[in-house]
């Protein structure tokens, strides 16, 4: 786990009277379709696979969730509520207490019942400490759990109880907490610590909670941006803020980042969010700063999260002078933007997790980064999610937000869970916050329910693997059949769209057969569903029925209703028709009419009047191909589609053309008016008055390519323009003869394609000439298909059209099924199925079942192979499971008497089952016991491991293993002991006998290597401390063996070795310091309320002088409870024990007569230049008589 922070994702409801709702914005960049979702195919960084959008059973609350922290598997939820009820129950019932603060198991949605603290009034922020220890909660509380804790407080995540020893005292709100090993770094409204003042900012000790002098200072902002929400061009209020609002640690401690309402920081320019040196508070060069202009009352930079390389941030604004409502990445080091999501609508909290980054906001409109624009009514997004990596740029909207345009912009992805506003704020929003880890995401807030289910405050996303996959299409209006020729009918539906899939399978079945005529995939999004079609050729004569279902690629389907037709004469096919619907027109106009006023699209149903002045039946441009091209006169001659459609951001248009005009003239384009020139059109080519072809589009000012030759020659030739988010590109003739990478959308209007006129750039707007085959995608068609739709088209002999491979598949325990009937041939028809399930095994057929011999996640490849032997292939995950049976948990409690040992295993449990057989094993290679209670008597004393196994009725086994100290009859056997007989690093691990060892200075610096503890001091001033908090004894008699790697510099190197640990900033430790010149020193160590006080001084070991090499063996002795003795002896290893100690202090400090755990530590001084090793080893705890 690295190191973690958190932020406010609201506006405290107490403190803010204002509603925050973002004000709209209408862009000029048009919305495109949303890119990957729970299954794309391939995955790339800007496609990345995003959790399901399937809402997971939680556990509710009542009230508000304000911030969540994820330790493990463990959900942590700060907020304002009073009773939770397990998912599914109704507001009311089954409702357990928990104030403010509860946790949940993000595997399961349950309850952490054992974790139940209570706080008296709302929390804000809540972080858990790089090692996962400890949990930080933050607000506006003063009591937690019956203690006094004023604003802030810690809980041991191990034990769920407080933290005795952290205690500091806060004035004002704390908003925000960031934590690193050492240190807890606090934002908010606070004005003082414990006393001593502080300005929005402050820092603590994590062992004791003391106050430490970081101090930054960030300042307010001028108001003058401000603006009255009811009369927007009004001045707005005079008020300022500099509260902070969300905090982050960065490069493994190295920087704390800071955001919210101010606007400098310790003096500096710093609009909305800064970074800040981590020990003496000054400020960095943060560039993100320099573009945002979120601060004040009315606006923010509202939520901070990392990964580690990035930092993540979340903005507001409500009639305040900011310019961010979206969010942004930027460098962790130098805030050097990554990209910024320029959405319309406050955003609260992102998180981002495996290439994804799932934002909770209300956005309504994304339109500037490509994504979904403004609705009427609005519609609020309120769970999205982006890619981390950049995909495009920002346009430019037509408000005053000019200073994000031409940043890299993530791409929007088709994820929109649907999660209801809520009114337990006032403030009519649904999600605050989200997190989760690598599995899971997890919102919280106020919602009442999740993709229209009740589901209140909490809920959970996971990813494919682990999700039901439920989440189907939908779909509004119907299919309709027309005869648009002899033998041909088009099929045209609109698309269906989905909350976790962007791009969906369509099957057409006729006449009520069970094998689909015609399966084809297109993208679509809720915003943006275009009519899609199929053209049937070579259909009998008679009457025809025609079904149409849309699928995601977890098998959920939609049916899209029926149409019948009555057909006449016959068809032929048309394999250049094949490959364009192949891939993926959305309109396509052949131009092949023998008469009559309508073009029937043969890929939807934008159908186009025919005016005067246009001439059907000509020879076409197709070789090899009958269907007929039309001739414009270039004075009157206009096709134009009937039905308005929104304009595409990303997308292809492409035609056929011949002319010798020398006048110009429109090819096609896309406008705003049905019948005659447009007054706003883009998406144009045309012919300047020099023959040679022009490509435009205006998303914010003119951008357009033109060829270098002229093509006016009296010959067909093949032009084709794509924009997208690699930019903008013209072909002629199959080759790419002009591109732009600045431009990646158009103009944004709702309008009709036009062919043959409209209101040009330059030159005629009427066209004179022959035009054919005009096609529309939704998509950027590549090099090499537009090469192909050339060569097939100019040729006749394009080559065989590869088929393209599509399945779906379920599964059921350990059994698959598999359909692969949505493979098509777009010139011929499928010949072979042939299926690799990935555990070494294959299949043939379009529909398949497989049962698999183990549980687990396979990657499976569908092959095809069409009749003329080309093949295509394709591949998805399955994940199959078998009825798990979970295994027992083995539990037991152990009494030694002498060298005889009486164990009780009854306490095991099998929670789908009974625990069927308890086996022993003594740890002294003697052989196993058996039953749930069992006695064994050992040779000799010593420390055992004895482990624990049981096996439930289904077979499943579960241990534990305890270390287990017995003595000879009238001896006492050890307390604790380890021979660090192990490898870990990042702390010490568990004892041989003492549990687990504690760091509570210095983890990341302590390790098990070689059979000892090693304790790195590389810097000056480096402490590394650890306890074993297993242990409780007021007659402590601590060994160990003590080893240094060098020879100490400044004023020496230190051990310590703590005999008594009653709590956090509470311990009586011995150190023994070792001298340069080999000098070896006790000093007894009291530390009480976080003072540390040395009584009776220190004292010179006489006689002993340290060599390299050297290891010297300790004792301390630590006993009684209303005058504590402490003793202490330190000699060369391998010789005789002195005979009295060497040290000897007594004490009676109130706080610290009572029994303690013991421990050991190390210290390298701020006068030591040299990096240096402490190592421990043989350590043996007992206890006095």
Known sequence: MGIVGTGVRRRAVAALATLAVAVGSWALTPPGTARADSAPSPATPTDPVTVSADGLPTVQLNGVAWSQVVVGDTVYVAGSFTRVRPAGSPAGTNETVRNNLLAY?????????????????????????????????????????????????????????????????????????????????????????????????????????????????????????????????????????????????????????????????????????????????????????????????????????????????????????????????????????????????????????????????????????????????????????????????????????????????????????????????????????????????????????????????????????????????????????????????????????????????????????????????????????????????????????????????????????????????????????????????????????????????????????????????????????????????????????????????????????????????????????????????????????????????????????????????????????????????????????????????????????????????????????????????????????????????STGAGGNVAPQASFTSSADGLTAAFDGRASTDPDGTIGSHGWDFGDGTTGTGATVTHAYARAGTFTVRLTVTDAAGATAGTERQVTVVAPANRPPTAAFTATPTGLSLAVDGRGSADGDGTVAAHSWNWGDGSAPGTGATATHAYAAPGTYQVTLTVVDDDGAAGSVTRAVAVAAPGTTPPLAGDRFERSTTGGLGAADLGGPWTATVGASRQSVVGGAAVLALPAAGNEAVAYLGGTSTARADVRATVSLSSTPTGTGTYAYVTGRRVAAGEDYTVRLRVAPDGAVYLLLSRLSGGVQAFPGGETRVAGLTWTPGTSLETRVQVSGTGTTVVTASVWVAGQAEPTTPQLTRTDTTAALQRPGAVGIGAYRPGSAPAATTVRFDDLLVTELP
């Open 105 to 793: 198991d993000i595997r399961t949605g349950a309850l952490v019942t054992s974790f139940a603290p209570s706080l008296n009034a709302q929390a804000l922020a809540v972080a858990a400490s790089p090692d996962g220890t400890r949990l930080y909660v933050g607000g506006d509380f003063t009591v937690a759990d019956g203690q006094p804790r004023s604003r802030i407080a810690a809980y041991d995540i191990r034990t769920g109880a407080l933290v005795e020893s952290f205690r500091p005292g806060v004035n004002g709100q704390v908003a925000a907490i960031a934590a690193t090993d050492g240190t807890v770094y606090l934002g908010g409204g606070l004005s003082a610590v414990g006393g001593t003042s502080r300005t929005r900012l402050a820092a603590v000790r994590a062992s004791d909670g003391g106050l430490l002098p970081w101090a930054p200072v960030p300042g307010t902002g001028p108001t003058s941006g401000n603006r009255n929400p009811t009369n927007p061009t009004a001045p707005g209020t005079t008020a300022t803020s500099n509260d902070v609002l969300a905090l982050v640690v960065t490069g493994g401690g190295s920087q704390v980042v800071a955001a919210g309402r101010f606007d400098t920081m310790n003096g500096a320019k710093a609009t909305g969010v800064a970074a800040l040196d981590p020990t003496t508070g000054g400020t960095r060069t943060f560039e993100i700063n320099r573009l945002i202009t979120n601060q004040g009352v009315n606006s923010a930079v509202w939520s901070l999260s990392t990964d580690g390389t990035t930092v993540y941030g979340t903005g507001y604004d409500y009639y305040g002078p900011g310019n961010l409502e979206g969010s942004f990445a930027v460098e962790a080091g130098n805030g050097r933007v990554r990209w910024i999501a320029d959405c319309r609508g406050d955003s609260y909290s992102s998180f981002p997790s495996g290439g994804v980054v799932y934002i909770a906001s209300h956005t309504h409109s994304c339109v500037n980064i490509g994504g979904f624009p403004e609705q009427e009514p609005r519609v609020e997004q309120r769970a999205s999610a982006l890619s981390a990596a950049p995909a495009s740029s920002n346009g430019v909207v037509a408000q005053s937000n000019l200073n994000f345009t031409g940043q890299r912009a993530p791409a929007q992805l088709n994820w929109y869970p649907s999660l209801a506003q809520g009114q337990v704020t006032g403030q009519y929003q649904a999600a605050w916050s989200v997190t989760g880890n690598g599995s899971y995401v997890a919102y919280g807030g106020e919602f009442p329910r999740v993709n229209g289910q009740s589901q209140q405050g909490l809920v959970r996303f996971a990813v494919p693997s682990l999700a039901p996959n439920r989440v189907g299409p939908t779909a509004s209006g119907g299919t309709t059949a027309t005869a648009i020729a002899a033998g041909t009918v088009r099929v045209a539906f609109p698309a269906a769209s989905d909350l976790d899939n962007g791009t969906l399978s369509y099957s057409v079945y006729r006449d009520g057969s069970a094998t689909p005529a015609a399966t084809f995939t297109r993208p679509s999004s809720w915003w943006l569903r275009p009519t899609l079609g199929w053209t049937d050729r070579n259909v009998p004569a008679g009457t025809h029925s025609y079904r149409v279902v849309a699928a995601d690629p977890f098998g959920n389907s939609v049916d899209l209703s029926s149409a019948t037709v009555a057909v006449t004469g016959t068809g032929t096919s048309r394999p250049y028709a094949a490959t364009v619907h192949a891939d993926g027109a959305i309109e396509h106009w052949s131009l092949g009419e023998a008469s009559g006023g309508t073009a029937f699209s043969q890929a939807g149903a934008g159908d186009a009047a025919i005016s005067s002045g246009v001439r059907t039946g000509w020879e076409g441009a197709l070789r090899g191909d009958a269907d007929t091209s039309t001739w414009f006169d270039g004075r009157t001659g206009l096709v134009s589609q009937q039905a308005p459609v929104r304009g595409l951001d990303t997308f292809t248009v492409e035609a056929w053309f011949e002319t010798r005009t020398t006048a110009g003239g429109v090819i096609v384009d896309f406008g705003d008016v049905r019948s005659g020139l447009s007054r706003n059109n883009d998406r144009q080519i045309w012919l300047d008055t020099a023959g040679r072809v022009n490509f435009a589009v205006y998303p914010d000012a003119p951008r357009s390519l033109v060829s270098p030759a002229a093509y006016n020659n009296g010959t067909w030739h093949h032009v084709a323009g794509t924009v997208g988010p690699d930019g903008m590109k013209l072909y002629v003739d199959g080759r790419l003869v002009a591109s732009r990478a600045d431009t990646f959308g158009a103009f944004d209007i709702s309008g009709y394609w036009h062919i043959g006129a409209d209101r040009p750039w330059s030159g005629a707007a009427y066209y004179n000439g022959r035009i054919d085959e005009v096609a529309v995608y939704p998509v950027v068609l590549t090099a090499e298909q537009v090469a192909r739709h050339h060569a097939l088209g």
